[in-house]
């Protein structure tokens, strides 16, 4: 079973353009989600995360969307630029409870075209 | 050293050998962890330790083991690798019950 599930598995965006990737989870005691940004050939690197007691949070041009009640979260890149081209994963965890390790969703390869 | 080191970065490796990854990190962080990504998988986790002594297994920990005989380091032993162990692993580390996870730049295996 998937806990954490991502859409879409491949984006493309014009420059200038919003990339919106959409993640849904299943368990209810994940407390902590994250967006992990991979660039090739490199480790994941945390881009931006939330915790459940906020509905929206905002780092420069990336935001994260969220909705407790329909269990779904998004990531939304604002004026996209070519060196946002990466692959893209949503996580969950359930740090306060003492267990760290992410689930992670399949990842999103986005590609911003000029 | 400076973050997450992994070696080797990449090994080809023929099937039936015995095979460990190295990982240490300097941030004393509590929680290790080890991941393997694959096409269209994302990122899934073999094995993790909260602390230095324990360890637990993860979503596919089948055909791998740990150890964590310190804080600083986390190897990844195949004890007889198959080609279904071809992937790319990557190690992190985290503070437990802290958030953010730190990646390694990652090991590139490849068995035949």
């Known amino acids: 079973q998937q806990q954490v599930k991502q859409s879409p598995q491949s984006l493309i965006v014009q420059k200038g353009g919003i990339s919106i990737i959409n993640c849904a989870y299943e368990?209810?005691?994940?407390?902590?989600f994250p967006w992990y940004q991979q660039f090739p050939g490199k480790g994941p690197a945390l881009l931006i995360a939330i915790r459940p007691d906020v509905s929206e949070k905002k780092e420069g041009r990336f935001t994260i969307s969220f909705n407790k009640s329909a269990k779904q979260f998004s990531l939304h890149i604002m004026d996209s630029q070519p060196g946002d081209s990466a692959t893209y994963f949503c996580a969950a965890s359930t740090p306060r409870s003492g267990n760290t390790p992410l689930v992670f969703g399949k990842g999103t390869r986005l590609s911003v075209i000029a | 050293i400076a973050g997450i080191t992994q070696a080797p970065t990449s090994q080809i490796l023929a099937a039936g050998r015995r095979m460990t990854l190295r990982c240490t990190q300097d941030m004393r962080h509590n929680a290790m962890y080890w991941y393997r990504q694959d096409l269209g998988l994302g990122l899934r986790l073999i094995h993790y330790s909260n602390t230095a002594g324990t360890t637990g297994k993860g979503e596919v920990p089948d055909g791998y083991s740990v150890s964590r005989a310190n804080t600083d380091d986390f190897p990844l032993t195949l004890a007889s690798a198959v080609p279904s162990q071809t992937s790319v692993y990557f190690c992190?580390?985290?503070?437990?019950?802290?958030?953010?996870?730190?990646f390694g730049p990652g090991t590139r295996l490849t068995v035949l």
């Open positions: 992190a580390s985290s503070e437990v019950g802290s958030v953010g996870q730190f």
């Open positions: 368990n209810t005691a994940f407390d902590y």
